[in-house]
C-alpha cells in the first residue's frame, strides 16, 4: 500500500523512482573531523563588529560550529525529509529530485514549487507540513511539486560539456510536470533563482498557465505611484546593489574559483551562506536551521554544482494571470506600480513580517497567499 500523498495521477507517463535521504555515515565523520579541523580567522576589526557590516562575525562562527559539532543531528533532519513523500525522475540529462504531496482528488490543481540560491528543497517543507495537517489525500485541493534544481541537493547536474542555464532548468521542470500529468496546465511559483525559472515557464511553456512569485528585480518603473513603505524598499534595494551584491557578481564571473573555495571547508561554506540567513530575513532563523540547509549543501556538494544560474537572461513580461507577495525584508522589494509593467498582474498581497526566505519564515502565510492566488486566478 502506498504511503499517504504518494499516488501518483493517473495521467502520469513516468514511474519516478521513490528516493530516500540517507547519507552515509563515512560523510557525516568526515564532516565532523573537518570542523574540528578548520580554523576561523584571528579577531580583526571587521569581524568583531556585531552589526555584521563587514559581513559574519567570528563570535557567530564560533558558536555555531560548536552547535554543528556537539549539538547538530543530521539523522533527526532526515528522518523528517523523508516524511515527506520523495521520487527521482530522469528528465533528459538530469536524474531529477523531488518532493510531492500528490492529491486524489480528480480537479486537483497541479503547482510546482521552485527554490533558488542559498535555498533548497528544504525551504518548502514547514508549509507543506501545514497542507498535510489540513488535507487528506482525498479532500487536497493540489498536487505540490517541489523540485530540487539541477545541481541542487540529490538532483544530479549540471552537465559537464555545456554551460547550463535557467532555460534549460525551466525545459526540464516543464517536462518532469508534463510527464506527471500535468500537460493540461499547472501553476509554477518561485523565489530567488526559482522566481526567474517560473517567469520562463510562463513565457515559453505553454503548460504552465499561471505564475506567482515574490521576488523578481524588475527595472524600474513609474516613480509617481509609490507608497511611503515601497519607497523603504527601493531603499533597502540601493543599499543591496551597493553592499550586498558582490557575492553575486562573484558566482556569475569566477563560479569555479567559489566552488573550489567553499569546497574546502565547511566553516568557509557557513560564512559564505549563513551571512544570507541572518541578513535575508526579517526575525532570525533558528540556527538549527541555518544547520540543516547548509548541512544539505555539504552533503551533497550543492555549492559548486548550483551557481550556475548567476549569468542569466532577463525575462520579464508574463501574458498569463500572475501573482505577487511583497515581504518588507526582501534584499530588493518592488513597488506594486514595477510589477505591473512586467505582465498580467491580478494578485497582490503586502506583509507586515517576512524576508527572502518567505516560505520558510512565514510558511503560513505563502500558503494563504498560494491558497487565494490560485482561487482567484486558475479558472
Not at 510531492?100 to 480528480?106: G, Y
Amino acid at each position: 500500500m502506498s504511503a499517504p500523498f504518494s499516488k501518483l495521477p493517473a495521467a502520469a507517463t513516468i514511474a519516478p523512482t521513490p528516493f530516500t535521504s540517507s547519507i552515509p555515515q563515512d560523510q557525516l565523520d568526515d564532516l565532523r573531523t573537518l570542523l574540528k579541523l578548520s580554523k576561523i580567522a584571528p579577531p580583526t576589526y571587521e569581524n568583531t563588529q556585531t552589526d555584521r557590516r563587514f559581513g559574519v562575525t567570528s563570535d557567530w562562527l564560533t558558536t555555531v560550529r560548536e552547535k554543528w559539532l556537539n549539538d547538530f543531528d543530521w539523522r533527526a533532519c532526515e528522518a523528517r525529509i523523508n516524511s515527506f513523500p520523495q521520487f527521482t525522475a530522469q528528465i533528459e540529462d538530469i536524474k531529477l529530485h523531488f518532493v510531492a504531496l500528490f492529491s486524489e482528488k480528480r480537479d486537483a490543481v497541479p503547482v510546482v514549487l521552485l527554490h533558488g540560491w542559498p535555498g533548497s528543497f528544504l525551504e518548502f517543507l514547514p508549509m507543506l507540513q501545514l497542507f498535510r495537517e489540513e488535507f487528506t489525500p482525498n479532500t487536497l485541493p493540489y498536487h505540490l511539486i517541489v523540485p530540487s534544481l539541477p545541481g541542487y541537493a540529490f538532483s544530479s547536474g549540471p552537465p559537464l560539456d555545456r554551460n547550463y542555464s535557467t532555460e534549460d532548468v525551466a525545459r526540464v521542470v516543464d517536462r518532469l510536470m508534463e510527464d506527471l500529468g500535468f500537460g493540461s496546465g499547472y501553476v509554477a511559483q518561485g523565489g530567488d533563482i526559482g522566481s526567474k525559472v517560473a517567469r520562463i515557464l510562463a513565457v515559453d511553456h505553454d503548460s504552465c498557465k499561471v505564475n506567482f512569485q515574490y521576488i523578481p528585480s524588475p527595472p524600474g518603473g513609474d516613480s509617481g505611484d509609490i507608497t511611503e513603505a515601497e519607497k523603504r524598499g527601493l531603499s533597502r534595494r540601493e543599499d543591496f546593489l551597493t553592499l550586498g551584491r558582490s557575492y553575486s557578481d562573484e558566482h556569475a564571473t569566477r563560479p569555479s574559483t567559489i566552488g573550489h573555495v567553499l569546497s574546502s571547508s565547511p566553516i568557509a561554506l557557513l560564512a559564505w551562506c549563513g551571512e544570507k540567513y541572518l541578513d535575508w530575513v526579517d526575525d532570525p532563523l533558528p540556527t538549527e536551521t541555518i544547520l540543516e540547509l547548509i548541512s544539505l549543501y555539504w552533503l551533497t556538494e550543492s555549492f559548486p554544482r548550483a551557481i550556475y544560474p548567476y549569468p542569466y537572461m532577463r525575462r520579464w513580461y508574463i501574458r498569463k494571470p500572475y501573482g505577487f507577495s511583497s515581504f518588507p525584508r526582501e534584499i530588493m522589494p518592488p513597488p506594486r506600480s514595477w510589477m505591473r509593467i512586467t505582465g498580467d498582474l491580478t494578485f497582490w498581497k503586502d506583509h507586515d513580517k517576512g524576508g527572502h526566505f518567505a516560505a520558510l519564515e512565514r510558511p503560513k502565510d505563502m500558503k494563504d497567499d498560494l491558497t487565494e492566488f490560485i482561487a482567484l486566478a486558475w479558472s
